[in-house]
């Protein structure tokens, strides 16, 4: 029979109690710790070694060379950027030393997290606050240190408002603090999907909904409620994870469409910035301006020519990667000459005036260090330029002083219509490619998901394209034959196509348990039986594993058959299949 033959992948099974780089043994201290952080490190500066790693907490927290490294050279602003006083911007690395199998569950935040809120499987994120004063009892004159947090979670908000709690406090009383300040955080609830969660730290207690893949756009915030009981009343934040958009691409405005585009194209761009504080979050919101589709190409909201990867991102030998890097530093326009597209910005202008856009200029343009701001590109854009849009924000907005938070919502709200525009088409021709329900028999393997073909896919838009939901006009097909070949089509498909999976074989189980077992079984052999019994249990085994989309009920009944199968049989093999 080859009847569950269709049930999901082993599960790979990891040596009892392996350690790799950054995994603390199961039994260790700090589990709920690591549901938020992997660790907090702290960064001098150092005479003799320059940026020097002074602290890693918790202490049995391990990092390879190459990791401790670059958080040291990313945790500083380059030396020409003079950063005076306190400032937060983050990074993002890659995680060497191997894959980790951590010993507290991800996937059960991961199945109910949007995509883009997923912890990351291969890259650490580290939230900075970095403070450079005079100070004459030191050798050069400045006291210069930073505070990290090293975490898999993109919750920038959240973790830059920790941030600013611990670090102005650490900076005047030093280890001590940082110690209770982990206890503090080591009694947190896990991160919950839907959930609105109390966090207390040093006095005060934050407040953070996180973010459920079934929201509706509007309910990321957290509900107010349950005040009375808790004192001191909480913090609220609006969000874990979204930025000021408004603010981030004030004076990009003019080219937003184009640079949705550029990021929905996976094209390499280097973002130059006066500060890794603006390059982190122009990085950010280029990266967030595509949800709810997940940014599936690499990206570095702050990148120095220090960096492991400065090579492999510069050289002239092959194409661009398909990455978005945030620098500082000039010398970057020389060696990435070559790459298509290049943003650069300057200072921010004061509130109340006008922003002067930057202009698109040809990449010829692009020969001097001291390059004027703008965006550096021979690329045009496939769709035109909402310019109702572009006048509500820029000249009704900002002369009638609208709150920065009304603009940001104005503009994340088109964005995310301009991505849904173009991801709901795909989404209905995906879901035509699902076998039909009565397609799916229980003794017989589950039929296959359709293969996608582009070419039906873009007849099928002349009658069921974006044009039904969005006002833009432009070469949409144009677009979408480019998106084909980014890595954004690829990471969209091979979810869907997971979920698809998933989805089918939740339906053969029902399938299974929804048949009469016992007919079967009348007129077939013990072999078969007993074949039965191990697909069943390892069907069920997949089920509860990978969290399909099934009901309590239906597990139930297919243990309740597996137990019935195995009643039926000599006592010979009910000692095998159920050993004591």
């Known amino acids: 029979m080859d009847a569950l033959s269709g049930a999901g992948p082993r599960r790979a099974r990891g040596r009892p109690g392996a350690r790799s780089s950054g995994v ?45 490294s670059s958080i040291c050279y990313l945790s500083f602003p380059d030396s020409h950027s003079g950063c005076l006083g306190d400032t937060q911007f983050s990074f993002r690395i890659r995680q060497c030393g191997g894959q980790r199998s951590p010993w507290h569950d991800d996937r059960h935040y991961d199945t109910g997290a949007p995509v883009s809120l997923q912890r990351e499987p291969a890259h650490y994120f580290g939230y900075v606050y970095f403070r450079q004063v005079k100070d004459s009892s030191v050798k050069r004159g400045y006291f210069q240190k930073s505070l990290v947090l090293v975490s898999r979670l993109p919750f920038v908000r959240l973790f830059q408002a920790l941030l ?36 207390p730290v040093m006095g005060v207690i934050l407040q953070v909904r996180i973010p459920s893949r079934v929201d509706k756009p509007e309910s990321s915030a957290p509900k107010q409620c349950g005040h009375e009981n808790l004192l001191p009343a909480p913090v609220v934040l609006s969000s874990v994870h979204e930025l000021d958009l408004f603010r981030c691409f004030q004076p990009v405005l003019a080219h937003v469409q184009t640079l949705w585009e550029l990021m929905l194209l996976g094209e390499p761009l280097v973002v130059l910035a006066p500060s890794p504080a603006m390059s982190s979050e122009m990085v950010l919101a280029l990266t967030r301006c595509l949800h709810p589709l ?108 609208r709150p920065s938070d009304m603009q940001t919502a104005l ?114 052999s013990e072999v078969e039986i007993v074949d039965l019994v191990l697909k069943l249990r390892e069907k069920l085994v997949w089920a509860q594993g990978h969290q399909l989309p099934v009901k309590e009920a239906t597990l139930q009944r297919a243990q309740l058959y597996i137990e019935t199968i195995i009643g039926s049989l000599p006592k010979d093999l009910q000692a095998v299949l159920c050993p004591p």
């Open 164 to 199: 600013s709690l611990i670090a102005p406090e650490y900076f005047d009383k030093l280890a001590p603090c940082l110690e209770a300040v982990c206890n503090e955080i080591d009694q947190w609830p896990a991160p919950m999907p839907g959930q609105t969660l109390n966090l």
């Open 24 to 68: 603390r043994a199961p039994a260790a201290p700090w589990a709920r710790f690591s549901a938020w952080l992997e660790c907090v490190c702290v960064v001098t500066f150092d005479l003799e070694l320059g940026q020097a790693l002074e602290l890693v907490y918790p202490s049995d927290f391990r990092l390879t060379d190459k990791e401790k």
């Open 411 to 524: 503009l994340r709200r088109h964005l995310l219509e301009l991505t849904q525009s173009f991801i709901i088409p795909l989404e209905h021709y995906m879901t035509s490619l699902m076998p039909l329900q009565k397609s799916i028999m229980p003794w017989k393997t589950p039929p296959q998901i359709r293969p996608f073909r582009q070419d039906d896919f873009l007849c099928s838009l002349e009658h069921a394209g974006p044009q039904l939901t969005c006002i833009l006009k432009g070469d949409w097909l144009g677009l979408y034959r480019r998106f084909f070949k980014s890595p954004h089509f690829d990471g969209w498909y091979r979810q869907r196509h997971k979920e698809m999976v998933q989805k089918l074989e939740a339906l053969h189980l029902e399938a299974i348990c929804e048949a009469n077992i016992e007919a079967w079984m009348k007129d077939k």
């Open 294 to 401: 997940k940014f599936c190409c690499d990206y570095r909201p702050y990148f120095t020519i220090h960096d492991s990867e400065f090579r492999e991102f510069t050289t002239r030998t092959q194409a661009p990667p398909n990455v978005v890097l945030g620098v500082t530093n000039p010398f970057f326009i020389k060696m990435l000459q070559h790459w298509p597209h290049i943003l650069r910005v300057g200072e921010p202008r004061m509130s109340g005036d006008l922003p002067k856009q930057v202009k698109l200029k040809k990449p010829s343009r692009l020969k001097t260090l001291d390059t004027k701001p703008g965006l550096y590109t021979a690329y045009t854009a496939h769709l035109h330029r909402d310019k109702a849009l572009l006048k509500r924000l820029l000249k009704q907005g900002l002369q009638k002083k």
